[in-house]
């Protein structure tokens, strides 16, 4: 593990300490334990490019269930996501751009909320902060299965299932986070397109 890994957990893990430093008790803050960063010498999992992403069964604050199983044929965007989390607040906008910018594309975008505070309530999180992604509650288990270990994180997956992009983010760079993203998502339809085109060629062959 890298130093500069090490020095942004530590990081993390403070804010996430601060984050759920005692208060008011509220229904949500009596809920189970506490989930689980990576410490600074946790291992966390490699995820490798053109890997097949791992599966998840998530809800959202409605109680809602989405699969990743469920979206095949759609190119997946997650960013892992905290409330607690300085960038991702601040990168919210960039993601609410493409949301509108593929609203008619067969594009699915995912917030995933992970590591929150005792006290966080999604559902009244939501009244005050409009995403125009799907906003779903993530766990310590999706976030071991993608190895996560900063925030935020994004992943864009392609039609077939399989992990296209990874984008750690170390920096707050909205314009370069748009590019990065806007590519990766251009590649992986242009996948679906040439799918959709050999089943075109070889349906009419038959």
């Not at 410490?39 to 699969?67: C, H, N, Q, Y």
Request: hydrophobic share 45%.
């Amino acid at each position: 593990m890298t130093l500069q890994r090490v020095l942004i957990l530590c990081v993390l893990a403070a804010l996430a300490f601060n984050a759920s430093s005692p208060g008011p008790k509220t229904a949500s803050a009596e809920r189970g334990p506490a989930p689980q960063m990576p410490r600074p010498w946790d291992k966390v999992k490699e995820i490798v490019i053109g890997s097949a992403a791992p599966g998840w069964r998530l809800k959202t604050v409605d109680g809602t269930s989405i699969a990743l199983s469920e979206l095949r044929g759609s190119v997946v965007v997650m960013d892992f996501w905290a409330h607690w989390c300085g960038p991702c607040r601040k990168l919210e906008p960039s993601l609410d751009q493409l949301v509108r910018e593929y609203e008619k594309k067969p594009v699915r975008f995912f917030t995933v909320s992970v590591w929150p505070s005792r006290g966080f309530d999604a559902r009244a999180f939501l009244k005050d902060h409009k995403t125009a992604s799907t906003f779903l509650l993530g766990d310590d288990a999706v976030a071991g299965d993608y190895g996560i270990w900063g925030l935020p994180t994004y992943y864009v997956i392609d039609p077939a299932g399989r992990i296209a992009y990874i984008h750690v983010l170390l920096s707050v760079n909205a314009e370069d986070l748009e590019k990065r993203l806007r590519a990766a998502i251009e590649k992986a339809l242009a996948i679906n397109d040439s799918i959709s085109l050999f089943e075109s060629t070889v349906g009419a062959t038959k």
